[in-house]
């Protein structure tokens, strides 16, 4: 995976998937964190971004999805764990297949990849606004997926970084 650290800063090159049924989006967490975000993982070397999407949600929750697009672009610059991060991540649109099991739920489930680490749940759009979710983004972009008509790129500046 395309991660590196040196001293306590950290990059990450991540790819995440927005999934969209009834009006809900797909999100997860973990048992120690407080916020939210979406389904994904980092890129692996040689690995295109459409393709790690795909990946990750086999891996996480033995699911075939298809990608519809990429919807935009984010470099994100926050504290995590002590460490202070930059990592850049791309938002695809995807479809998990109709009907499946997983988009029927309104209750919590566990993903199956490192013994059920990863915690998903689907949320009503209109409370994104009441979540602790990253990126930050997510609670306007996700409800402008109808004006969408070009790539949007976002830089997100939690802290100053000091040369």
Not at 59 to 77: P, W
Request: hydrophobic residues 35%; negative net charge.
């Amino acid at each position: 995976m395309i991660t590196f650290e040196r001293e306590n800063n950290k990059f990450n090159f991540r790819v995440a998937g927005i999934a969209i049924q009834n009006n809900r989006v797909l999100l997860h967490t973990t048992q120690t964190d407080d916020f939210w975000n979406l389904p994904g993982g980092r890129v692996e070397f040689n690995e295109s971004t459409d393709q790690t999407i795909v990946r990750e949600f086999k891996e996480e929750l033995d699911i075939d999805v298809r990608i519809k697009e990429l919807f935009f672009v984010n470099e994100d610059f926050f504290e995590y764990d002590g460490k202070r991060y930059h990592e850049i991540g791309f938002y695809y649109l995807i479809d998990l297949p109709e009907g499946h099991e997983l988009t029927r739920t309104d209750e919590e489930f566990l993903g199956i990849e490192e013994g059920g680490k990863l915690i998903f749940k689907w949320f009503p759009l209109e409370q994104l606004d009441q979540l602790h979710v990253y990126p930050d983004i997510l609670k306007t972009e996700l409800f402008n997926l109808k004006d969408k008509n070009q790539i949007k790129h976002y830089i997100n500046d939690e802290y100053q970084i000091n040369s």
